[in-house]
């Protein structure tokens, strides 16, 4: 199985921050990668899918980068809605996985 | 309006069964794959079982094999669980989403599974 590891597990950032978060995976795969925000009690909502694909409705300031085995997800300007649990996800082979999650905060 | 609604979460003792079920709407369900994912209390989400449009493919974590199986009918535009064995792990809220080639781009709200004596 392809394990993904995400970092950091969690950040504490300010509102107008720039923000990152990286996702390693065990091994090289394609651009069949994504990135979901989880809010308190909430489904997860897509985000960004093949890499670096904005989903409908979600702000141009969340975008993603990377190849191979490293991917990172950018909120270029943070807003108090934004303060919530990421994850990554690859769907290159079964089983498909998820990161482990980060937190995003307040500071 | 393209919607994923589970149900048939509650709780279940050790080595009991279950089934989940979730309506979809809103959107063409015979051409989509489906997937199930849960999240334990606390915890991050671990994909559970994918199955094909037309149910040909299935797919699971290992975790599950020989005790959970995924099925779907089209006509009725429903994905299942069926969950038996159950085990205190299992104890997660339990997700329905459609699966795209590259992500799971709409999901339910969740049905609830509790395994507790």
């Known amino acids: 199985a392809i394990q993904l590891t995400q970092s950091p597990a969690s950040l504490s950032a300010s509102v107008g921050d720039r923000v990152s978060i990286t996702c390693r995976a065990s091994q090289a795969i394609s651009s069949t990668f994504a990135w979901y925000q989880q809010k308190p009690g909430k489904a997860p909502k897509l985000l960004i899918y093949?890499?670096?694909s904005l989903e409908g409705g979600v702000p141009s300031r969340f975008s993603g980068s990377g190849s191979g085995t490293d991917f990172t997800l950018t909120i270029s300007s943070l807003q108090p809605e934004d303060f919530a649990t990421y994850y990554c996800q690859q769907s290159n082979s079964y089983p498909l996985t998820f990161g482990g999650g980060t937190r995003v905060e307040i500071k | 309006e393209v919607q994923l609604v589970e149900s048939g979460g509650g709780l279940v003792q050790p080595g009991g069964s279950l089934r989940l079920s979730c309506a979809a709407s809103g959107f063409t369900f015979s051409r989509s794959w489906m997937t199930w994912v849960r999240q334990a209390p606390g915890k991050g989400l671990e994909w559970v079982a994918s199955?094909?449009?037309?149910?040909?493919?299935?797919y699971y974590v290992d975790s599950v094999k020989g005790r959970f199986t995924i099925s779907r009918d089209n006509a009725k535009n429903s994905v299942y669980l069926q969950m038996n064995s159950l085990r205190a792990e299992d104890t997660a809220v339990y997700y329905c989403a459609r699966q795209d080639h590259s992500s799971l781009d709409v999901w339910g709200k969740g049905t609830t599974v509790t395994v507790s004596p």
């Open positions: 093949d890499v670096s």
């Open positions: 199955i094909k449009e037309d149910g040909s493919e299935k």
